[in-house]
């Protein structure tokens, strides 16, 4: 069973500066996705950015870049001049490549960002 | 594109009462997921519906619980009974095959959530 962990439930971070949330996971697949979900006290869930397990890049959309390290199964966020509008909850994400399995999220991160 | 719907965004319902919970998917989506997110806790998988077969259904309870994708209409999830524990925000999400690659991106409509009294 694949499992994802976040290990900070909460975090903190001044406005302008840069935060990175953690994220690992446990798989016996070679290759799968992983992606990264905000979800800010609205509830609804948007995809922040998406990772190919096979595509050795790191993915990046705008301020938003991830570490990904397929060896230590580690899939870090890295949020870049943080603004207000990045406070929420962010969920770690996993899926498998093939077939139509479900989405296994993490337990969130709470991101605080302070002005 | 209107997204994933969900309604009610609210419900209240008292103990052993139904609840029904609708999501509407996007439009060309034709998988559907329920999650459960229970207070300071992540979501959580119940149900994978493709319309007219339930695909997967590991994480629904094995009792007062059900979930339908009908041919035509919007996928229901039924909660018989409800107690308070029941009390949570219930997500849809729906997925397509984006660029033929078989990546299941879910969008998530924007939730329901049920308060038992």
């Known amino acids: 069973a694949q499992t994802v962990t976040q290990s900070q439930p909460e975090m903190s971070v001044q406005e302008a500066e840069t935060v990175t949330l953690s994220c690992t996971y446990d798989?016996?697949?070679?290759?799968?996705?992983l992606f990264w979900y905000k979800q800010p006290p609205s509830r609804q869930m948007i995809l922040v950015i998406r990772q190919e397990a096979y595509k050795q890049q790191n993915a990046t959309e705008n301020r938003f870049s991830v570490n990904f390290q397929k060896a230590a199964k580690s899939f870090s966020l890295k949020i870049s001049d943080s603004q207000l509008g990045d406070a929420a909850m962010y969920f770690c994400a996993y899926r498998t490549l093939l077939g139509d399995n479900d989405m296994r999220f993490g337990a969130g991160t709470r991101l605080t960002v302070k002005p | 594109n209107a997204g994933v719907m969900q309604n009610p965004r609210h419900l209240v319902r008292r103990r052993g009462q139904e609840a029904r919970l609708r999501c509407s998917p996007m439009?060309?989506?034709?998988?559907v997921y329920w999650y459960r997110q229970l207070p300071e806790e992540g979501l959580k998988f119940m149900v994978y519906?493709?319309?007219?077969?339930?695909?997967?259904e590991s994480g629904m309870p094995k009792e007062r619980f059900s979930a339908e994708f009908p041919k035509e209409g919007p996928s229901i999830l039924r909660i018989q009974q409800v107690v308070r524990g029941d009390s949570a925000a219930y997500f849809c999400a729906s997925s397509w095959f984006p660029d033929g690659s078989g990546a299941n991106v879910l969008t998530f409509g924007a939730g329901s959530r049920l308060t038992v009294l």
């Open positions: 439009k060309g989506h034709s998988h």
């Open positions: 519906l493709q319309k007219e077969n339930i695909i997967d």
């Open positions: 798989t016996s697949e070679s290759d799968y996705y």
